[in-house]
């Protein structure tokens, strides 16, 4: 068994192909998706996502860092709230801090990230962390809001192996996907250091495919790719990486 911690898979880009897309994901041995929210705008696609595919498809609620924005985010996050408040999610997420696009918003942006890991523990709930060009400043919430009740995933992790053993210090798994296979990726150079019990797969799709789909769009059948790159990196079997990660995605997720 394979699965996704991580795919759009209500995004626009697949409204020509989805049920073939998914299809293929379970052919590829995919066989739980977690479809992190971006902001209110895609709550009915996740919704019809999970009514078309109850089994396999496995929402969470938040709201993403670049939809932070000074004359919505306080509309944005009641809707996350009433939400959390109206049924189960499998996480709070994506949530965090992108100062990748817009450095002006980092005061509400790290006010909205506290604010959802608040609820996140409210509901023993984990979180789902977006971090674009913002180590330090993710490591800061962190560091206050560290206790018993904060766990979950760093989404897309990019960093360093410091980095990489911080995040991991704050009971986050790594979410790890295209960026191993680039060559410039650079976790590739470091990721066998860190245990594998700390490594779940994602595919971040349409986002992020892997070598050799490198600039196109991606899918959640690739993730095939990620585990090969993995085994290779580990010294390990596919089976072996398919097996310790998914057992990870499904000790952090609530269901």
């Not at 696609?45 to 932070?68: A, F, I």
């Not at 295209?178 to 971040?204: C, R, S, Y």
């Amino acid at each position: 068994m394979l699965i996704d911690t991580h795919t759009h898979l209500y995004s626009e880009e697949f409204d020509t192909d989805r049920p073939e897309m998914i299809q293929r994901a379970k052919e590829a041995g995919i066989e739980r998706f977690y479809i992190p929210a971006i902001d209110s705008t895609y709550t009915e696609r996740m919704l019809d996502l999970e009514r078309n595919y109850p089994q396999e498809m496995h929402l969470m609620m938040g709201l993403h860092p670049t939809s932070v924005q000074p004359e919505t985010f306080e509309f944005e996050l009641e809707e996350v709230k009433k939400w959390l408040d109206k049924r189960a999610f499998s996480a709070v997420g994506e949530i965090g801090i992108d100062l990748y696009w817009d450095k002006s918003t980092l005061g509400i942006q790290q006010q909205a990230f506290k604010k959802q890991i608040g609820w996140a523990k409210e509901k023993e709930l984990p979180i789902v962390i977006h971090c674009r060009e913002s180590f330090d400043e993710i490591f800061e919430v962190l560091e206050e809001e560290k206790d018993e009740k904060l766990f979950g995933i760093f989404h897309c992790f990019t960093g360093t192996k410091e980095q990489a053993v911080r995040a991991i210090g704050f009971n986050m798994k790594l979410g790890i996907g295209g960026v191993v296979t680039f060559k410039n990726g650079k976790i590739d150079q470091f990721i066998n250091e860190i245990p594998l019990e700390h490594i779940v797969l994602e595919t971040d799709s349409p986002y992020l495919a892997p070598v050799p789909y490198r600039g196109k769009r991606n899918e959640s059948a690739y993730i095939q790719n990620v585990v090969k790159k993995l085994a290779d990196v580990y010294g390990l079997s596919e089976k072996e990486i398919a097996q310790s990660t998914s057992q990870n995605a499904l000790s952090v997720f609530v269901n």
